[in-house]
């Protein structure tokens, strides 16, 4: 059985930094591809970021490139998410995901404010 932890979410001020982690048990992690999506109130759930199985390609959301970070750590079945510069449109629930899988974490909420 898949299971996915994120941890890292908390609030912070517009400009400061964040990592998210999301530990993966129940199958092979340096052989799947990961995801993080993100859900704000009111609004429908987005993919912020994507790495490939193979770790070589990743992809992010527009609202977020230049600003966030997707990498893994294989040793350690983690994906995390580097969040720098945050801003207030970026508060949400952050949520790991295994597309092959269809596996989700439960969130960790994030707030920007000042």
């Known amino acids: 059985q898949v299971q996915l932890v994120e941890s890292g979410g908390g609030l912070v001020q517009p400009g400061a930094s964040l990592r998210l982690s999301c530990v993966v048990s129940g199958i092979t992690f340096s052989a799947t591809a990961m995801r993080w999506y993100r859900q704000a109130p009111g609004k429908e759930r987005e993919l912020v970021a994507s790495?490939?199985?193979?770790?070589?390609?990743?992809n992010y959301a527009d609202s977020v490139k230049g600003r966030f970070t997707i990498f893994t750590a294989s040793s350690r079945n983690t994906v995390y998410l580097q969040m720098n510069s945050l801003k207030v449109e970026d508060t949400a629930v952050y949520y790991c995901?295994?597309?092959?899988?269809?596996?989700w974490g439960q969130g960790t909420q994030v707030t920007v404010s000042s």
């Open positions: 995901y295994v597309p092959s899988r269809d596996a």
């Open positions: 790495i490939s199985s193979a770790r070589t390609i990743t």
